[in-house]
């Protein structure tokens, strides 16, 4: 796994200098290079006065499947609770991750990600499509982090290692899960996807993890945690800490805050999902801010299918009053799109569709 989805990055290199991350705990005042106006970022300003908020839905409710399908055909997103995920392994995680970001600089530079690496630390990805900076500073797991861990934590590594094991395999089991929910409220079933395979479990799937911290800020309005995106996933589940800094987009709504609930976990639908429904679910645009008085942190699981897997719009969808909207692509291909075309990813595959694939 390691090896494939790495490869894209090898081809589409990202050079973030770290060297001038600042020490975000002693600066009083923004630095120009973190304020942020709205011609930075064509999303940063409207904000919405609007009392609607993201559907909190939970799974032991026996309407689930319809309140998941309603979830993702309206906002592409949905919190939810009864997961199944022990809150003392949502606990661990998290300490995990505070003790992570709370290292000095020169301990975390030590695993630095690579320009044409995937795993490690470093500031988003997406930085390199913006002239200013975020308010930010991450850590991606791919495959085993036992070198990067025993490198950060000589005598605990294990103790760690063993977190981030269980807790991607809770959080691969309770993706699938989630999948058939959204999946099967459009009809498609276990027939109708292959690779989820025998048992359909989607044992052949891709994970990432990607650990958040968003340092207390001086002037959180004019600073930008993490920029507006979509994932680039078939779905992502996102655990926050106790700060709220998580806002959802949705048209005529605008900025949505989700707050936190203790226990509960965020779904996002992924640029690929939205691609496998044929555009059915959309792919939740959404973006994290900054706080004043306390620091935020969040660990998503990014999940996605075998990195080689043709993906395209599930035949069942398609007829001939519902053409293929996307054509058939690899996550790494995907990927590749993404590095260059950033949030123009999809409308730029569409283009690209094969007129052979349009009815
Ligand atoms: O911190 C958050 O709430 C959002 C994180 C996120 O969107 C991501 O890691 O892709
Ligand atoms: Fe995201």
Request: glycine residues 6%.
């Amino acid at each position: 796994m390691h090896s494939t989805l790495s490869d894209v990055f090898i081809s589409h290199p990202i050079h973030i200098p770290l060297s001038n991350l600042p020490d975000f705990t002693s600066l009083r005042h923004l630095p120009d290079s973190y304020t942020w106006t709205p011609k930075d970022d064509l999303f940063f300003s409207a904000s919405s006065s609007s009392d609607e908020s993201l559907p909190f839905i939970d799974l032991s409710d026996p309407h689930v499947a319809t309140r998941v399908g309603h979830a993702c055909t309206t906002w592409g997103a949905f919190q939810i609770t009864n997961h199944g995920v022990p809150s003392r392994l949502l606990h661990d995680i998290e300490f995990l991750t505070g003790s992570l970001f709370r290292l000095p600089v020169h301990r975390k530079l030590k695993v630095a990600r690579k320009d044409d690496g995937i795993s490690g630390y470093g500031v988003a990805r997406i930085a390199s499509f913006f002239n200013k900076q975020m308010w930010s500073e991450g850590f991606t797991v791919v495959g085993s982090p036992f070198d990067d861990f025993h490198k950060l934590w000589p005598m605990h590594h294990l103790k760690y290692c063993e977190i981030i094991q269980e807790y991607e395999e809770h959080m691969q089991k309770l993706a699938a899960k989630l999948m058939w929910l959204a999946l099967g409220s459009i009809g498609v079933d276990e027939k109708d996807i292959e690779w989820a395979g025998t048992s359909s479990d989607f044992q052949g799937a891709q994970a990432a993890i990607q650990l958040n911290h968003y340092p207390i800020c001086p002037e959180p309005d004019r600073a930008m945690g993490l920029a507006a995106h979509t994932d680039s996933t078939l779905m992502t589940i996102l655990y926050q800490n106790d700060t709220a800094g998580l806002q959802v987009f949705r048209d005529d709504v605008g900025w949505v805050t989700v707050p936190p609930v203790p226990g509960s976990l965020v779904v996002n639908v992924g640029d690929l999902l939205h691609i496998l429904s044929n555009g059915i679910f959309p792919s939740v645009l959404h973006r994290a801010r900054v706080n004043h008085l306390r620091s935020r942190f969040s660990m998503a699981y990014l999940w996605g299918p075998p990195s080689d897997l043709m993906i395209s719009p599930i035949p069942k969808l398609v007829d001939p009053l519902h053409s293929p909207l996307y054509p058939s692509l690899t996550w790494k291909q995907y990927l590749a799109t993404k590095a260059t075309h950033f949030n123009q990813s999809l409308s730029f595959i569409r283009n690209y569709l094969p007129s052979d694939q349009i009815f």
